[in-house]
């Protein structure tokens, strides 16, 4: 039982506690389920965690509507800043007319 005190205060996961103490992983588990259960062994109300894998958040916002409105006889129009001249041009010229 000493064993598993020893596991529990230290800062190692169970295969390098293992390891350092010369002992078979998968004995020392199954000896240590059956001692929790048989005698229950209080169970420490934490896990150990590592970290395996970081990420990062990025936020991406809408882009800025980039139009131009244009107004002829109480007509407003919003069309893309990238539309063709020659296109704006026959479209005035046809709203002209």
């Known amino acids: 039982m000493e064993i598993f005190q020893q596991y529990e205060s230290s800062s190692l996961n169970q295969r390098e506690f293992c390891r350092q103490n010369q002992l078979s992983p998968s004995t020392f588990f199954s000896k240590r389920?059956?001692?929790?259960?048989?005698?229950?062994?209080p169970k420490s109300g934490f896990v150990r965690a590592e970290v395996v894998e970081q990420t990062t958040?990025?936020?991406?916002?809408?882009?800025?509507?980039?139009?131009?409105?244009?107004?002829?006889?109480?007509?407003?129009?919003?069309?893309?800043?990238?539309?063709?001249a020659g296109y704006l041009a026959q479209l005035i010229r046809e709203l002209s007319s």
């Open 57 to 84: 958040r990025y936020q991406v916002t809408a882009p800025i509507s980039a139009d131009m409105t244009l107004t002829f006889n109480n007509v407003e129009l919003s069309i893309p800043l990238n539309t063709p």
């Open 33 to 41: 389920r059956s001692l929790e259960l048989t005698q229950g062994y």
